[in-house]
């Protein structure tokens, strides 16, 4: 059974940071292209981030020079490094695991609030 997992999301201040990491079982980690998505009350979910197998990254525009994606393929995870928070950062984040077929997490929350 394939399982991705994600954790670190939470509340935290405009220019806070937090790390969101997503852990994947079920699947040879190393074959597969990640991805960090989000979707924020109302609209439709949009890429954040993504890392291929070779460790190649692309950031979304509203993300760059602010958020960082990395794997670590010898612990299956996936994080997402988010430094100076903007409110409109606020969403729920979603992993997503793609190769041949396509996997997805259940969501972390993140809140951006004064």
């Known amino acids: 059974q394939v399982q991705l997992v994600e954790s670190g999301g939470g509340l935290v201040q405009p220019g806070g940071s937090l790390r969101l990491s997503c852990t994947a079982s079920?699947?040879?980690?190393?074959?597969?292209?990640m991805g960090w998505y989000r979707q924020a009350p109302g609209k439709q979910r949009e890429l954040v981030a993504t890392?291929?197998?070779?460790?190649?990254?692309m950031n979304a525009h509203s993300v760059k020079g602010r958020f960082t994606i990395s794997r670590d393929n010898t612990k299956n995870t996936v994080y997402l490094q988010m430094n100076s928070l903007k409110l409109e950062d606020t969403a729920v984040y979603y992993c997503?695991?793609?190769?041949?077929?396509?996997?997805w997490g259940q969501g972390t929350q993140v809140t951006v609030s004064s």
């Open positions: 890392i291929t197998t070779g460790g190649r990254t």
């Open positions: 079920g699947i040879i980690f190393r074959i597969y292209d």
């Open positions: 997503n695991a793609t190769a041949n077929r396509d996997y």
